[in-house]
């Protein structure tokens, strides 16, 4: 078994109403049980927005902290979910059934010296 990436690609804005998050809160429950009942949970967990975000580098020799994201944009990494797949298909059928279940694009991607070939 391999490991997988699934990343939520999450709109910059205002987030949906709560009756539609709630809606998204259940359906994403429902896709983390079945992951877990079909043994290919690892972990999952949403992020705070990239506001609350703290960029910490090296410069110099030093140690830089800066506030905010690493980068601006009109879409960001709003959580995660980790995979266990026995190949890149079959988490891709993973990434497909957490888009129905947040709405949201995902990407997924494997973890190095973990690649189908």
Do not use: N
Request: a negative charge; charged letters at 25%.
């Amino acid at each position: 078994m391999k490991h997988y990436l699934l990343s939520v690609i999450q709109p910059a804005g205002e987030p949906p109403a709560a009756d539609v998050l709630a809606e998204i809160g259940r359906s994403l429950d429902a896709f983390h049980d079945e992951l877990k009942t079909a043994g290919g949970w690892v972990f999952a967990g949403g992020l705070h927005s990239p506001d609350t975000a703290t960029v910490v580098r090296v410069e110099d020799g030093h140690v830089l902290m800066t506030d905010g994201p690493y980068t601006e944009s009109k879409e960001f990494l709003g959580g995660l979910c980790i995979v266990r797949a026995p190949d890149l298909d079959a988490a891709l059928e993973w990434g497909a059934k957490a888009t129905r279940a947040t709405t949201l694009p995902i990407e997924v991607r494997p973890f190095h010296g973990e690649t189908d070939s």
